[in-house]
């Protein structure tokens, strides 16, 4: 069985730092780093808007995925902020060997907004987290597990998500 988990949050959450936690601790896992899917400079060379070029990553994500999944990984994750069209976009990619996780990186307001790690936020990076929480993106509807973790180090979050994914794979495969 393959696990596609899509780490969700804001911005700033963490999703990124997690998922390669967790790409490195899990057995036969494979990350899938969503925004160098396609560059900035790919962008404006092709001129597209910021949206556009978010669109492309995803279509090409989706094509990484199915091309992955019959290549045995346990595990395939990536990292994106996810809204209702993309839950049931992904949701496509279950079938009878394959289940579509979502967990949700769902810290507090005022600890997203700081400067965590080596991230400097751009005003742009503060008001679009804002933005975010208030689209619900740290608590959607459609999500496995939601962390709150403020006051977690990165370690600690993927503990708790791996203690999940051996209760939830456990469960499945019953």
Partial sequence: MTVILNINGPINAGKSTVSKLLEQQLENALFIEVDNLMSDAEEKKLGITMHKGWRERLKRLDKIIEQRKTENFSYIIFAYPMDEE????????ADLNTVFLNITLAPKLEVC???????SLTEWEQSRIKAMYEANFHAPLHSDLIIDNSRQTPQQTVAEIKAFLSERTRDENS
């Fill in 113 to 119: 907004l700081q400067n965590r790690g080596t991230r």
């Fill in 86 to 93: 993309n839950y049931r976009r992904w949701c496509k990619f």
